[in-house]
């Protein structure tokens, strides 16, 4: 059974750091791109970041670009998040998400997604 | 304001047909395929319908995608009450980011 979990959310002042983890389960990972998801509380889903599987091609919504780094580990089948520089606009639950096929929106499988929360 | 456009909100008796729109432009809808997504209170986003119009196993055929030109919908037949919930629709632009709508908010009466 494919499980996708996330981990490492939690409050932190603006300006802060915070790294989220996604750990995967049930399928081979290394073969697989991923993204990273986050939904605003009350909002609608925004695209974060996309990697694919070898780390190859990275891509992030201009809203995190220079802020947050998107990592993977295949040999511990994780993925992650670096947030740096956080901002009271990136309060929001993250979700991370399997592609199945390089096509990078076509998200087959989703964590139940980590809470951020940016407040001083 | 999200890159592509859809209505806030939709709604239908149960047994109905409704559809929801989803408007882009050249550089996302128009050039790359188009996804949707449902998501129940409190739930993660689950994907139904991938490539324009195809639908992953488990999903009922009374869900279906089209797509022209910059603008896709998505039709759901036979509504049921276990189908309210917010559906985005979603596609890769040609800038290199993705892109989601807005959301759709579906009310089953």
């Known amino acids: 059974e494919v499980q996708l979990v996330e981990s490492g959310g939690g409050l932190v002042k603006p300006g802060g750091s915070l790294r989220l983890s996604c750990a995967a389960s049930g399928f081979t990972f290394s073969t697989y791109s991923m993204n990273w998801v986050r939904q605003a509380p009350g909002k609608g889903l925004e695209w974060v970041s996309s990697?694919?599987?070898?780390?190859?091609?990275?891509y992030y919504a201009d809203s995190v670009k220079g802020r947050f780094t998107i990592s993977r580990d295949n040999a511990k089948n994780s993925l992650f998040l670096q947030m740096n520089s956080l901002r009271a606009e990136d309060t929001a639950v993250y979700y991370c998400?399997?592609?199945?096929?390089?096509?990078?929106?076509?998200?087959?499988?989703w964590g139940q997604g980590t809470l951020v929360t940016v407040s001083s | 304001q999200s890159v592509l456009t859809q209505p806030p909100s939709a709604s239908g008796t149960p047994g109905q047909r409704v559809t929801m729109s989803c408007s882009g432009s050249n550089s996302n809808i128009g050039s790359n395929y188009v996804y949707w997504y449902q998501q129940l209170p409190g739930t993660a986003p689950k994907l139904l319908i991938y490539?324009?119009?195809q639908r992953p196993s488990g999903v009922p055929d009374r869900f279906s995608g089209s797509k022209s030109g910059t603008s896709a919908s998505l039709a759901i037949s036979g509504l049921r009450s276990e189908d309210e919930a917010d559906y985005y629709c979603a596609a890769w632009d040609d800038s290199l980011s993705g892109v989601f709508g807005g959301g759709t908010k579906l009310t089953v009466l």
């Open positions: 998400a399997r592609v199945p096929q390089d096509q990078w929106l076509e998200l087959d499988y």
């Open positions: 490539r324009n119009n």
């Open positions: 990697i694919s599987s070898r780390s190859t091609y990275i």
